[in-house]
Structure formats: C-alpha cells, structure tokens
C-alpha cells in the first residue's frame, strides 16, 4: 500500500465522519479471509490427529522406539518447536507481514514433513522433522489470530473471528484421525510392518500446508502491518533528534514495558500465561496424543475408531463455542468449563482407578463404556469453553502496544506445558495408570479459584476499558483529566478551522493509541500535541 492510497483512505473515513455516516464494510468478504487465514490451524489440528500413528508397530519396529522416554520425547519435541518459532520466528510478521510470515512458515512446515518421510531407521529423523514442524505451527499461532483480529473491522465480530482457529485446529484433528484410522485397518497392525502405514498420514498432513499457501493468494496483507510500515517511512525522514524523543515515547516493541509498564502490564501478563497453562494442564492433549493407547487398556478392539468420535465430539463442543463466546462473557464461559470438566475427569480417574478392574482381575467393558462417556463430556466442556475463549480472553488483556510480545510470552507457556505433559505422560501412566487424571482435576480447581477471585471479564470492552480495570483510582482521574484536555484542544482547533467534525464515533480509536503509551509508574504525561 502506498502512501498515496493510505490518505485516500484517511479522506474517505474523514468525509463519512463529517457526513454522520460509518464507512461501508464489506463483512462477507472479511470473514472469508479470516477463513482463509485460520485455515492454518489445520497444520497443528492433523499434527494430534495422527499422533497414534507413532504407536503403530510398523514405526516402532522401523525405529527400534521401544522405550516410552523415546516415545515420549517423540510426541512432545513437536512444542519445544512450536515455542521457539512463537518467539523467534512469528517477528517476522513485524518486519515483512503477517501474510509472509504465514507463507513462510507454511513452507517450513512442508520441508518438517518431508524430512520425517525421507527413508531412514534413526528415530533422529522424526525428532528433526517434527521440530522443524513445530517451528511452523507455532508461528502461525502467535500471528494468524494477531492477522486475524486486524483483519475484522468490526469489533463485535473479532472474537467469533478468532474461534475460527480453533474451529480449524479441530477439523484438521477429525482429518489426522480419519487418516489414522484407514491406515491402521488397510495395512496389518500385528505383521509384516509395512511403512505406509505411518508414512501416509504425516505425507497428507502436508495437503494442508499447500492449500494455506493458496488460500494466500487471495488474502490482502494486514491494515496494521501498512501502517506500521508507513510509521516506518515516516521515521526515516527524521531527524536524529526527533528520532531519539520518538523511541523515548513509544515503547510498543521494548521488553521492559511488556514486564513492569503501566496500567500492570506485568500482571496482566502473568494472568495471560496462567490462563495458557491452565488450558492444557486440563488434560485435552492426555486424551487426544494418548488416547488410543488409554482406551486399547479398557478392552476396546479399536480405539482409533474411539479416537475419532472423540474428534467429532470435540467438533460439535466447537461449534457450539463459536455460537457462545459471542453472547455470553468470557470469564462465565471459561469457569463453566472449568467445572464440568473439572467434575468429568475425577470422574474419569476413579472409575479408571478403582472400578474398571475386580478383585479377580477382570475388566469390566461397562466401566469402560462409562469412562469414554465422561471423556466426551470433558472434550464437550473444554470445546465449549478453555479451547476457543482461552486465546479471545487472552489476547484481549493486552493493549496494542505490548499484545504482539505479550501473546507470544502466553503462547509460550501453553506450548511449554503441553511438552511436559506429551513429555512425562508415557511414563506417569505406566506408573500410577489412571490416577494420573487426578493430578488434571486438581490443576482444573486452581484454575476455578484463579479465575473467580483473578481474572477480569472482557467480553464488549474497548482496550482502554480493559486498561481502567487495571487502573488505580488516581491514574483514572488523571486519563480522565487528560482526555477533558485533549477533547477541548481538538474542539477548539475544529472552530477555529471553521469545521464540525464528530469526534465523538472516533473516540474509542483515537484515546488509546493517544494516550496508552503516557501511563506510566502511577504519572500522567501530557504529550506535545501541538
């Protein structure tokens, strides 16, 4: 976009705002590339939608893996790379774009695949490719929903907008287990070891990949991106004085603000990776990368075929979220899932601990029955609610000018938690068995404790009504005595002019961007708006 365009844009705004009239938006065509967009999300849902397929016998035999160490590391390695590329990788979207950055990682998430289909007996290889893989998705899952957000103009749509890449992650988890499920009965589970049977499902996770790269084709850059760039220019013009005061005043990239800024950015944060930890530590991924192997130990003859309905139950639990984050708030929404599932899985585990096997050894497929119904009773409760609205509540704590690195912090710590847990799973199970689900439940009740008394709702606040929230009363009177000031300023100089402009539909916008980067360590700096 060039600059040229960019003022024509600014006059157009302008002229519908001195009319009284809102701009026209095009919503339809918004909201299907948002759709494009979250189509990423299907490279991360068909990466644990195939994750029996390294339990198959054909990979295991290949691989020499017969240590659950191995096969732990295997499974969890993917998120040590997701965490670093949303650290390393997704700032790239600040320099080049977040449509870039997406194509790029697309790319890296297709040469992942290819060098764990590359014929070798070394478990070496699946550990580099699947690494290399999670460099990708974890790229795409710090700046998607960012690129998401930006794309949307109007503000009611933005946290439906944002469940589309959940709603994505959990087709392409139903597409992973499909895949697995058709591998596992074409080729015999028991003999003859045939590779393809756990080469097939990673070669078409790599479809995906190649249909996001099309999909961008079609999908314009962010607004947000131009703008920044059109700073950028801007800067460069600069003296070396104007530049140095411009990087005293805004402190939007700087580690420092994102830690200890004001109104409590540092807690705020913390609160962010909290509620990050807390959705994995609730158990989703105990079930989806090791389900196959928890419900086989029931007595079921197929648990992938298991493995997919839990996808599908998780896909209608979904749907139903997109519907709910939209009416009801997002504290409400996240603590009801909490609790339902929260009472599932102690459920779960003492079923699975203390009634599944008799006195005499014998297991009883009704108990087992009744432990699959509360598992799709928790999937249902974390669809509903910890899946989609973890990552809206999230990113809406953060103003603009810490969300990028702040998101990318909270990212990392749902990245990190779910390595530990695909991590030590294989071994915590062959030691207490189902028990484990009770260390879930606990980590459930923390985060119901820590979301009545901690978490604030967020559902129709502007970001400057999220940053009051966090506000002392002093420094609300002082934001309230400098937006006095500053609307009396702008009504005078509109007299003086000659025009009537109405400041009042562009209030939101203007006040946050104006004023965020001016609240500091409990003091009020009035900017040079002259």
């Known amino acids: 976009m060039s600059l040229e365009k960019s003022d024509t844009n600014l006059v157009s705004v302008a002229s519908s705002t001195i009319s009284g009239t809102k701009p026209q938006i095009n919503t339809r065509k918004e909201l299907f590339h948002c759709l494009l967009i979250a189509l990423v999300g299907c490279t991360f849902g068909q990466d644990m939608g195939i994750s029996p397929t390294y339990q198959f ?42 449509k870039f950055t997406i194509c790029v990682a697309c790319c890296i998430f297709l040469i992942g695949c290819m060098i764990q289909l590359i014929p ?42 944002v469940v589309f890449y959940q709603f994505c992650v959990v087709i392409g988890i139903i597409y992973g287990n499909i895949v697995t499920l058709i ?15 756990w080469r097939i499902p990673i070669g078409f996770g790599m479809i995906w990949g190649l249909i996001v790269l099309i999909g961008m084709i079609f999908v314009p850059e962010s607004k947000t991106y131009y703008k920044q760039k059109e700073q950028k220019i801007q800067n460069k013009k600069m003296s070396e004085e104007e530049k140095v005061k411009q990087q005293q005043n805004n402190e939007s990239h700087h580690w420092k ?24 530590s609730s158990g989703i991924n105990y079930f989806f990368y090791y389900g196959s192997v928890l419900f086989t130990s ?14 599908l139950v998780n896909f209608v639990g979904t749907i139903a979220g997109v519907y709910f984050v939209s009416k009801a708030g997002r504290k409400i929404i996240f603590l009801c899932g909490c609790i339902g599932g929260f009472i599932s899985m102690l459920i779960y585990a003492s079923l ?15 108990v087992g029955g009744c432990m699959i119904a509360f598992t799709c009773i928790f999937i249902i409760c974390f669809a509903i609610s910890l899946g989609p609205i973890t990552f809206v509540l999230v990113s809406e704590l953060y103003p603009v000018r810490t969300k990028s690195l702040s998101m990318g912090i909270a990212t990392n710590c749902n990245w990190l938690t779910n390595f530990l847990i695909t991590l030590l799973t294989p071994t915590i199970t062959s030691k207490i068995g189902y028990k484990y689900g009770y260390v879930f439940a606990v980590c459930l009740g923390a985060a119901i404790l820590f979301t009545w008394f901690l978490v604030p709702e967020t559902k ?29 300023k702008q009504i005078n100089e509109s007299n003086a002019s000659g025009e009537n402009i109405n400041y009042e539909s562009s209030h939101d916008c203007s006040i946050d961007k104006d004023i965020s980067p001016y609240v500091s360590n409990e003091k009020l700096e009035t900017p040079n708006i002259a």
Not at 183 to 197: C, E, I, W
Not at 270 to 276: F, N, P, Q, T
Not at 352 to 366: E, I, R, T, Y
Request: aromatic share 12%; glycine share 10%.
């Open 120 to 161: 070798s007996t070394h478990y070496g290889q699946i550990i580099a490719g699947r690494f290399i893989t999670g460099l990708s998705v974890g790229t795409t899952a710090v700046v998607a929903p960012s690129f998401i957000t930006e794309t949307v103009s109007d503000p009611k749509m933005r946290g439906s907008a």
């Open 183 to 197: 591998t596992s009965r074409k080729y015999d589970l028991d003999f003859n070891f045939n590779n393809n049977q």
């Open 257 to 280: 603000e994102t830690f200890i800024g004001e109104p409590r950015l540092g807690f705020r944060l913390l609160l962010g990776c909290c509620l990050m930890f807390f959705q994995q």
């Open 298 to 311: 029931v007595g079921l003859n197929d648990s992938y075929e298991t493995a997919v309905i839990f996808s």
């Open 460 to 488: 129709g606040l502007s970001s400057e009504q999220i940053d009051e929230l966090f506000m002392s009363e002093k420094q609300k009177e002082e934001r309230a005595l400098f937006n006095s000031s500053l609307n009396s």
């Open 57 to 98: 016998p054909s990979f295991k035999h290949n691989f020499k893996v017969h240590n659950t160490w191995i096969n732990g590391i295997i499974v969890s390695i993917f998120n040590i790379g997701c965490a670093t590329g949303g650290i390393v990788l997704s700032k790239l979207s600040d320099y080049y774009g977040r």
């Open 352 to 366: 699975g601990s203390f009634a599944l096997v008799d006195s005499n050894g014998a297991m009883s497929k009704s």
